[in-house]
C-alpha cells in the first residue's frame, strides 16, 4: 500500500471499491495510526495504542490464572545463539536486523535485534532449569519485535515492528505442554470474541507453514472484505526440539535427566488491522466499544442565546456517564456540529449524544449508534443505564455481522477446478480435502497464489479425494491468497 497523503478530511475511498485505498484512508484520517520514517514501522496514536492497552489489560490476567508469569528479556541477541537451532535461524535468517557497529568501534559480535525470543531466552531456561521442581516454567513476555523479511509493508497487517504478547513454557511431560494448546487458543477465542468482536478458524497449520523450530503450529484465521486471509492468534508446540538445541534438561523425580518440552504462543497488534477492516466502513473506523478509546462522545449544540443552559445540561450527563463509560465533551469553539458528528464518526466512537435546546426543555438527550446510525431519546434518569446497553447491544451486533461475513466467505471445493473458479471470483477461504503432501500444497500455490491456511481442528473423518492429486484425502484444508 502506497504512503497515504493526508491533506484531506474525511474518507474519499469506498470499501467496497477499492479497499487497500479505502483502509490507508480509514487509519490515518481517523488518526488512529501514522507513519513514521522507516519503512513498515508505524506510530500508534493514542486510540490505536489505548486499544492495545485493553487487549493487554484483557490478556494478561487471564494468563495470571493459568499460572504464566510476566518476565523481559533484552532485545538483543548474539549471533551465538541465534544460530544453535537450526530450523529456527533458517526461517529467520532473511527477517533479522543486525547491529553491528557502537558508535565508531565494530562490534565482535553480531547483534541480532529480536524478531522473535527463543535465542535469548533458552541459553537462560538451560542455566535455570535443574530438578523436575524447577517446572512447569510458564513466563511471557510483553515487548516488540523487529522482522524485516518483505518489501511491501501494510500498516498493522504486514509490518516489520510490532507489538504481541510472547508466552513461553517449559513442562516436565509431553501431554502437559500438549494440555497448554486448548487453554491458550480458548483463551485467544474468547478475547477476539468479548473484546474485538472478531471470530476465526481455529485449525493446524501445515509443514510447511508452521513457525520455524516448531513441531506443530496452530493458528485462528480471519478473512479480510478483500477476500484475503490473514494469520490471528497462533500456538505453536516445540516439543523437545528447542531444549535439546539449547540443552534444557531436568533431573526427574528417579534421578534420571530428561529433555524438557516446550510451547510458543502470542497475539499480535495484527488483531487492530483486521477489527479497522472487518467493522469499518465508507464514513471512516467503528470501534467495538471495549477497545474504543472515547465510548460516547457528547457533542452540544446551541446558538449564543442558548450556550450557557446548553452547556450546563451536557456537563451534567458527561458527569453523570464519567464513572462507568470513557466519555467526552466536545466543546472545541469554531466548528460546527455536523463537522463534529462527522469526525467523531469517522473515528469510530460508539456513541455519539446530541444535546440540543429543545433537549434541554425535554430534560433528555438524543443516542446516535455508530454502527447502524440509529437514534432514540433518553432522559438523564435512565442515561447510564440506557448508554450502557447500547454499548452491549453494539458489541453484540458487530459480532453477528463479522462471523456472517465469514461464514458466507468460508467456501467448498470439491474439484480442482472448483478450487481455483472460486478463488478467483469469490476470494475468502476454500475448503478442500488434502492428501497432505508438501508438493500438492507447493503446486498449488505456485498456480494460484493461495496457500494453506490452517486445517481446522475438530472436523473429524474425510472421505474423498485429494483436490489436486486425487490421492486419499487425509484432512481438509483452508485454502486462500493472504497477507
Not at 47 to 52: E, L, P, R, V
Not at 141 to 166: C, G, I, M, Y
Not at 253 to 260: D, N
Not at 289 to 302: D, E, G, S, T, W
Amino acid at each position: 500500500m502506497a504512503k497515504e497523503k493526508i491533506d484531506e478530511k474525511g474518507i474519499t475511498a469506498r470499501k467496497a471499491e477499492n479497499f487497500s485505498e479505502w483502509y490507508v484512508q480509514a487509519i490515518i484520517r481517523s488518526e488512529f495510526l501514522d507513519y513514521s520514517d522507516v519503512s513498515g514501522c508505524y506510530i500508534f496514536r493514542p486510540a490505536a495504542y489505548a486499544a492495545w492497552q485493553k487487549i493487554y489489560d484483557a490478556v494478561d490476567p487471564e494468563l495470571r490464572k493459568l499460572g504464566v508469569e510476566n518476565v523481559y528479556f533484552p532485545v538483543l541477541i548474539p549471533e551465538k545463539f541465534l544460530s544453535v537451532e537450526k530450523d529456527h535461524i533458517e526461517g529467520f535468517a532473511a527477517e533479522v536486523a543486525w547491529v553491528t557497529h557502537a558508535g565508531d568501534t565494530k562490534l565482535g559480535e553480531r547483534l541480532a535485534v529480536r524478531p522473535t525470543s527463543e535465542a535469548m531466552m533458552y541459553p537462560t531456561f538451560a542455566k535455570w532449569i535443574r530438578s523436575w521442581r524447577d517446572l512447569p516454567m510458564r513466563y511471557n513476555q510483553w515487548n516488540s519485535v523487529l522482522r524485516w523479511e518483505f518489501k511491501d509493508p501494510t500498516p498493522f497487517l504486514r509490518t516489520r515492528e510490532f507489538l504481541w504478547n510472547e508466552g513461553h513454557s517449559v513442562f516436565a511431560t509431553e501431554g502437559e505442554a500438549r494440555g497448554e494448546r486448548d487453554q491458550i487458543l480458548n483463551l485467544y477465542v474468547r478475547i477476539l470474541k468479548e473484546y474485538l468482536a472478531l471470530p476465526g478458524i481455529v485449525g493446524r497449520k501445515t509443514e510447511k507453514e508452521k513457525f520455524a523450530g516448531a513441531v506443530e503450529s496452530y493458528s485462528i484465521e480471519h478473512v479480510m472484505p478483500d477476500g484475503y486471509g490473514v494469520q490471528g492468534p497462533a500456538f505453536h508446540f516445540d516439543g523437545q526440539k528447542f531444549a535439546r538445541s539449547f540443552e534444557i534438561k531436568f533431573l526427574d523425580a528417579e534421578g534420571k535427566s530428561s529433555y524438557a518440552w516446550q510451547n510458543t504462543y502470542a497475539i499480535s497488534t495484527r488483531e487492530l488491522g483486521v477489527m479497522v477492516a472487518t467493522h469499518g466502513d465508507d464514513k471512516g473506523l467503528v470501534i467495538p466499544p471495549k477497545l474504543a478509546h472515547i465510548q460516547v462522545v457528547v457533542v452540544p449544540i446551541y446558538k449564543n442565546e442558548n450556550k450557557e443552559t446548553v452547556m450546563e445540561f451536557a456537563g451534567k450527563a458527561v458527569k453523570l456517564l464519567g464513572e462507568e463509560v470513557r466519555v467526552r465533551l466536545d466543546d472545541r469553539e469554531g466548528y460546527s456540529p455536523g463537522f463534529k458528528f462527522n469526525e467523531w464518526e469517522m473515528k469510530g466512537v460508539p456513541i455519539r449524544i446530541e444535546i440540543g435546546p429543545k433537549d434541554v426543555e425535554k430534560r433528555q438527550v438524543v443516542l446516535v449508534r455508530r454502527d447502524t446510525g440509529a437514534k432514540s431519546e433518553t432522559d438523564l434518569g435512565n442515561l447510564s443505564e440506557k448508554v450502557n446497553l447500547l454499548l452491549n447491544e453494539i458489541h453484540k451486533a458487530l459480532y453477528l455481522k463479522a462471523e456472517k461475513f465469514l461464514h458466507d466467505n468460508v467456501h467448498t471445493a470439491k474439484d480442482y477446478d472448483s478450487l481455483k473458479k472460486i478463488l478467483k471470483e469469490k476470494g475468502g477461504l476454500v475448503s478442500a480435502p488434502w492428501c497432505e503432501d508438501q508438493e500438492c500444497e507447493e503446486k498449488i500455490k505456485a498456480e494460484t497464489g493461495a496457500k494453506i491456511t490452517n486445517m481446522p481442528l475438530g472436523q473429524g473423518k474425510v472421505d474423498a479425494k485429494c483436490v489436486y492429486c486425487k490421492k486419499k484425502a487425509k484432512t481438509m484444508a483452508n485454502f486462500a491468497k493472504s497477507y
